[in-house]
């Protein structure tokens, strides 16, 4: 497939996809497991915001989805200002929760469209055959780690931006077989051909309820709950 140095190929209309060809090492054994390491340093730390279109450079709509975009209808904002609401929403949600239907610009952090069959793999892997996979092996690590039996129930939705490779933040549900409600994780993933490497797996945080005081109509005594805004 190539020389014999290590590398990650990104190609033309298929630059999400990776393709790794290396020593043994990365390669798939007899029984066809994923080489699985557990990573620290870099991939541990959040990218950075980049606005790499603005409406005007999008003249032919190509480069995003149409069905996530801000409406036509909707009041427009600048550039600048959608790059600071984007920054504030990965910063908040540690990339996983994203509002795409707010921003007309194109960004390094995407959403992965699950039906498109052949987003980051060749066939016969399909995008959402990958993503289930890769959210499989991060909950087979979060159970050895934590003791627990939690099965694999289905992808919600996942983010990615390019990196050495792509860096997924994956929403998946599990469940554990005596409960009968599932539960969300949320794991980030950095993949690489043969290579999966889990940064995080973890169960997806609930939303903090904050106590504020009440108005003066209010009982005095009685505080007043909210709900921090979550981002889908």
């Known amino acids: ?35 699985v390491y557990d990573s620290e340093d870099w991939r541990t730390t959040l990218e950075a915001v980049d606005l790499e279109y603005t409406e005007e450079d999008n003249l032919d709509g ?47 952090y ?5 039906d498109l069959e052949n987003q980051f793999v060749y066939e016969p892997e399909t995008t959402r055959g990958l993503l289930d996979r890769l959210s499989r092996n991060s909950l087979k690590r979060f159970n050895k780690t934590n003791s627990t039996n939690y099965e694999f129930v289905k992808v919600i939705k996942a983010n990615y931006h390019l ?46 309820v904050h106590s504020i005081e009440a108005p003066d109509k209010e009982h005095p005594k009685k505080p007043r709950l909210t709900l921090e805004p979550s981002y889908v």
Do not use: W
């Open 1 to 35: 497939m190539g020389d014999d140095s290590d590398r990650c190929d990104s190609m033309g209309d298929d630059g999400d996809r990776c393709d790794s060809v290396g020593d043994d090492s990365d390669k798939s054994d007899s029984m066809g497991e994923d080489y």
């Open 62 to 108: 190509t480069r995003y989805y149409p069905s996530i975009r801000r409406r036509a209808d909707e009041e427009k904002i600048s550039p600048e200002d959608e790059y600071l609401h984007m920054k504030k929403q990965v910063a908040e949600s540690k990339g996983f929760d994203i509002d795409f239907t707010k921003f007309r610009c194109v960004f390094n």
């Open 163 to 208: 990196t050495a490779g792509i860096m997924f933040f994956i929403t998946f549900e599990g469940k554990l077989l005596n409960e009968d409600d599932s539960k969300l994780f949320q794991a980030k993933i950095r993949y690489c051909g043969r290579t999966i490497d889990i940064v995080s797996c973890e169960l997806k945080p609930e939303k903090k």
């Open 110 to 114: 995407k959403l992965a469209d699950l």
